[in-house]
T-cell receptor, first 115, second 113 residues
Framework: NAGVTQTPKFQVLKTGQSMTLQCAQDMNHEYMSWYRQDPGMGLRLIHY???????DQGEVPNGYNVSRSTTEDFPLRLLSAAPSQTSVYFC??????????????FGPGTRLTVL | GESVGLHLPTLSVQEGDNSIINCAYSNSASDYFIWYKQESGKGPQFIID?????DKRQGQRVTVLLNKTVKHLSLQIAATQPGDSAVYFC????????????FGTGTRLKVLA
């Protein structure tokens, strides 16, 4: 049971490039989410999904796309990277996602730098 | 990661002493709170949670205290060990059908040998 896995661990992009951050979980969790973590700020929710085929926007969705074709995978796509997207990105999953209902498990993070 | 923690308040404690980490939460309607531990280069890890109908909850070597009057949460770690060195942050939410949490910025705990 690997839990929540993320790839890559580190990535450097040039402004305007696109890329996909991968996230997978093997706990059969319905809920998956993406957060970004910036200095001096708490985790902020980018997008989330309550099941395969269902996604919704979080607090800071602009510049990011997601899809959920399977229960296990929840990739985050940056369409045209900007320096403001330099951050550490965390994927998380939980059984239902309902606040207070069950525990969120976080992946190890992807450190992204946009030059 | 390290760059995220550069500007955090730091609490330094001697190994074996008790640690108290504080968190002021923002929404008086929040009724569920979590403490996370984040080690350098790793993702946040759940430590303990508490609901607003309680003012204290104990786990293994950790205790969370909730003061709703002043919107304050604290995490007490007993007999602090080197492995406790990490960033600790709280999260709050309203547990009525929402998927949203508000996360604090955190405190870095340094355990001195």
């Amino acid at each position: 049971n690997a839990g929540v896995t993320q790839t890559p661990k580190f990535q450097v992009l040039k402004t305007g490039q696109s890329m996909t951050l991968q996230c997978a979980q093997d706990m059969n969790h319905e809920y998956m989410s993406w957060y970004r973590q910036d200095p001096g700020m708490g985790l902020r929710l980018i997008h989330y999904s309550v099941g395969a085929g269902i996604t919704d926007q979080g607090e800071v969705p602009n510049g990011y796309n997601v899809s959920r074709s399977t229960t296990e995978d929840f990739p985050l796509r940056l369409l045209s990277a900007a320096p403001s997207q330099t951050s550490v990105y965390f994927c998380a999953s939980s059984y239902s996602g309902l606040a207070g209902a069950d525990t969120q498990y976080f992946g190890p993070g992807t450190r992204l730098t946009v030059l | 990661g390290e760059s995220v923690g550069l500007h955090l308040p730091t609490l330094s404690v001697q190994e074996g002493d008790n640690s108290i980490i504080n968190c002021a939460y923002s929404n008086s309607a929040s009724d569920y709170f979590i403490w996370y531990k984040q080690e350098s280069g790793k993702g946040p890890q759940f430590i303990i949670d508490i609901r607003s109908n309680m003012d204290k909850r104990q786990g293994q070597r950790v205790t969370v205290l909730l003061n709703k009057t002043v919107k304050h949460l604290s995490l007490q770690i007993a007999a602090t060990q080197p492995g406790d060195s990490a960033v600790y942050f709280c999260a709050e939410t309203i547990s009525s059908g929402t998927y949203k949490y508000i996360f604090g910025t955190g405190t870095r705990l340094k355990v001195l040998a």
